[in-house]
């Protein structure tokens, strides 16, 4: 099981590098909002985002979520509007470069289909 601290817990170094107790952090860093609640779920790699993304609106619903390989955003990537619809779906390639973006408005209708040449 992966360890989790809290962001109030770990700091960032010059490289931007988030530690936890002197050393690049492997693990979840958990952001809470003014209220305590769970806003953001970042995973880490010797203090590198890696591994799954995740953020929340304030009422618990997903906001975000993806996945970062060696701080490069990679695969499929959501977003998701206050009212639950999806608003935009984009996939990444294992080098980051975006190869596809779909967007809806709030109503679910498809405002945007794109490829992106290689």
Known sequence: MAMRIDYEDSYRDDDMRVHYEEEPF???????????RMS????YVAGVPSGPQIKWYPDGSKQKE???????????WRR???????AEHSVFSLQGRRERRRRWDKDGN?????SFAS
């Open 80 to 86: 998701w509007h206050p009212n639950g619809q999806l």
């Open 66 to 76: 993806g996945r970062a390989r060696w701080g490069i955003a990679v695969g499929d």
């Open 40 to 43: 953001a779920l970042v995973s």
């Open 110 to 114: 498809l405002t945007e289909d794109r």
């Open 26 to 36: 492997t693990g979840e860093v958990v952001h809470r909002d003014a209220e305590g």
